[in-house]
């Protein structure tokens, strides 16, 4: 095998490996912002606060 086929090969190995990171880095951020539009669904007294123009709000 000459240089120049050589150096080919690997261009094409990185080039492959790179675009296989690019894909799981894909699915890993649509993971996580999946997860985090479930932990912004949560209620918070503050929130529920400013709703309700400032006014105490007793759980019961």
């Known amino acids: 095998m ?3 086929a ?6 094409l190995i990185i080039t492959i490996i790179t675009l296989v990171f690019g894909i799981i880095a894909y699915f890993l951020y649509k993971a996580r ?4 539009t479930k932990l912004a669904k949560k ?3 503050k929130d ?3 709703e309700v123009g400032g006014k105490y709000v007793f759980f019961e």
């Open 2 to 4: 000459n240089l120049l």
């Open 6 to 11: 050589f150096l080919a090969l690997i261009i």
């Open 33 to 36: 912002e999946k997860h985090k």
């Open 43 to 45: 209620l918070i007294y």
């Open 48 to 50: 529920v606060l400013d």
